[in-house]
């Protein structure tokens, strides 16, 4: 399996971590095979407005329970994740300490390229889509992400084997909400079309 990659180098304002890349830096992402493989790291702390950005590609939306991100895997103070459930009828939700939050919409379902970037300001929560916001979330202030200790990428759903099956190309996580225009800029700022880069 790839590996995990802290860029520090030159980062966005507010940046704390920044992108996933195959071993050989070939920019081809981390590739899941739905069976295993999720990455564990100590999660950063983030405040009460922070944005998480992923270039993410499902492969398979047959067992659509996935976790893209989850703070607090192990259950210890807090727990914040962004991902999939049963109960968000498989939506792209957040789940927010005490509920499941859904956005109502799938996105990855049609298993093509997505540019996701979820920002969240206190109890508002924003989903976007290849820069555009395709909905908004009300969720708990108590999900205290900060008092988290462990954190997973592709994390699998806890109580039963279902892990993400596709490639993440990009995962960037901010502490502080990104505004609509910087959303669109982060979509944009590939140097090739992102269709090209990501295709």
Do not use: C
């Not at 095979?33 to 499902?58: W, Y």
């Amino acid at each position: 399996m790839s590996n995990f990659t802290l860029i520090k180098k030159n980062p966005t304002p507010g940046e704390i971590t920044s992108s996933l890349t195959g071993s050989t830096g070939d920019g081809a992402g981390l590739h899941f095979d739905g069976t295993a493989g999720a990455l564990n790291f100590t999660p950063p702390d983030l405040g009460t407005k922070f944005s998480f950005e992923f270039v993410i590609k499902s492969d398979s939306y047959d067992d659509p329970v996935i976790k893209i991100i989850d703070f607090g895997v192990s259950g210890n103070a807090g727990r914040f994740a962004f991902g999939t459930a049963s109960a968000t009828s498989y939506n792209l939700g957040i789940y927010d300490n005490s509920n499941w939050v859904s956005f109502g919409v799938k996105v990855l379902d049609d298993l093509k390229v997505h540019h996701l970037t979820l920002t969240v300001d206190g109890t508002a929560a924003v989903l976007y889509d290849n820069g555009n916001q395709v909905a908004t979330a009300t969720i708990s202030a108590g999900h205290n992400i900060d008092a988290t200790n462990d954190a997973a990428i592709a994390a699998f759903y806890a109580g039963s084997a279902n892990f993400f099956e596709g490639t993440i190309y990009r995962a960037r996580f901010y502490n502080r909400s990104l505004s609509s225009s910087e959303v669109q800029t982060a979509y944009e700022r590939a140097d090739v079309d992102f269709a090209d880069q990501y295709g």
